[in-house]
């Protein structure tokens, strides 16, 4: 796939000196039900723990490479699911979609579109967390 800039992408997406992105963070009103359901999902794509408190775990593949946490909210209000909001999960390769996919509905989440073809070489899957935040899981 071309990006905007008319490079060709990378595996898995852009080069790692490249990354935009720190981390994301999605809120959660169980932490335990959270930290299951994300450590079995994202060890699929070799990430593991990298932080965590009584507010918060992060899960990330390295040092240096976006983390994704579940936290309680800062406020402490109940976590909501912001309407358009997703986060992306980048995957080395289509079959590693489909595991990912397959790992998310077989720990409960909900289907949002099934892993597949979605346009010019980029194959993603769509579900939500069991807090509702949407996910997707790509390769391009």
């Known amino acids: 796939m071309r990006l ?3 490079r060709e992408s990378l595996p898995g997406g852009l080069d790692k000196g490249e990354i935009m992105i720190g981390y994301v963070t999605l809120g959660t ?3 335990v039900r959270s930290a299951k359901f994300y450590d079995a999902l994202l060890a699929v794509l070799g990430a593991k723990r990298a932080m965590e408190s009584d507010r918060y775990i992060a899960w990330g593949t390295s040092a240096t490479s976006p983390m994704l946490f579940v936290i ?3 406020d402490g209000k109940g976590a909501s699911v912001g309407n358009g ?3 992306s999960l ?3 390769s289509n079959a590693e979609v489909d595991a990912v996919y397959k790992k998310a ?3 409960g989440a909900k289907d ?5 073809p979605r346009g010019d070489g980029f194959y993603a899957g769509y579900f939500r967390d ?4 949407k996910l997707a899981v790509f390769h391009m």
Not at 130 to 133: I, K, R, T, Y
């Open 130 to 133: 069991l807090d509702g935040n």
């Open 90 to 92: 980048a995957a080395r």
């Open 4 to 6: 905007l800039d008319g």
């Open 72 to 74: 309680k909210p800062y």
């Open 85 to 87: 909001v997703m986060v």
């Open 29 to 31: 009103n169980d932490i």
């Open 112 to 116: 949002e579109g099934p892993a597949g």
């Open 105 to 107: 509905m077989d720990l």
